[in-house]
């Protein structure tokens, strides 16, 4: 090889060329596909905030909450009236529970990863709620404590929320409320919504220090008390 082919050579950029750092910097900007999440094992919150629609599957398995993150209590209720939307809390267990045998080969590994909500139409002229979700955390601490939870109706985003929990010691009884300000909708857009039940739903993801923990899902139908 000559001298000015070595330099050439010496003298290109790692990376590739334009035209493939380009190719690059789109790709990223639009996201990795959800197998491509799943199969590297590690999801960032910049990922799933570039996700374009709602998830097939879950982006990281049970076994990746190692701070045995447990949601015991959850509340929603209309911040403007105060009402009480919705309330749901985990039994507490019992000396029939830790002596019993579980046969885990029969169990459903995303057995509690799922949530079913019915609401009435009412429930879509709501601006402001508030979610208060009481959990308990193992024997870590936990920092960085990040939830980013999207909602969709069929295939477009209504919207995304960002949510802190902070800081929780290890062996915890945690309680925080979150507001969640919903999207102005359109008379059309709610009857779209009502009409089509459980089309409306949503990706629960959670990280600590910007890892993927905890990736839990729900649907939503807004027809009840509505006979056919």
Do not use: W
């Not at 529970?97 to 080969?105: C, N, P, R, S």
Request: hydrophobic share 30%; with cysteine.
């Amino acid at each position: 090889m000559s001298a000015s082919a070595r330099s050439a050579s010496s003298g290109k950029k790692k990376g590739g060329g334009f035209l493939a750092r380009q190719a690059k910097a789109k790709s990223d900007k639009r996201g990795q596909s959800e197998e491509e999440l799943i199969n590297r094992g590690k999801v960032s919150p910049d990922e799933v905030l570039r996700l374009s629609k709602i998830t097939d599957n879950y982006l990281c398995p049970p076994e990746a909450n190692v701070y045995q993150i447990d949601f015991t209590r959850f509340k929603l209720r209309d911040m403007e009236s105060g009402t009480t939307l919705f309330e749901v809390a985990k039994p507490p267990p019992t000396d029939h529970d830790e002596d019993q045998e579980i046969d885990t080969e029969d169990m459903d590994p995303n057995a509690g990863r799922f949530v079913r909500y019915q609401f009435t139409p009412q429930f879509l002229k709501l601006r402001t709620v508030g979610a208060t979700v009481e959990f308990t955390v193992g024997d870590q601490p936990v920092t960085k404590f990040r939830m980013i939870e999207r909602h969709y109706f069929r295939t477009r985003l209504l919207k995304s929320f960002d949510f802190e929990f902070g800081f929780c010691i290890p062996n915890s009884k945690n309680t925080v409320e979150h507001i969640y300000e919903f999207p102005a909708l359109s008379p059309a857009e709610m009857k779209e919504m009502i009409d089509g039940p459980y089309e409306t739903r949503s990706d629960s993801f959670y990280f600590v220090e910007d890892k993927l923990i905890m990736h839990n899902k729900a649907d939503y139908a807004y027809n009840g008390g509505q006979h056919a």
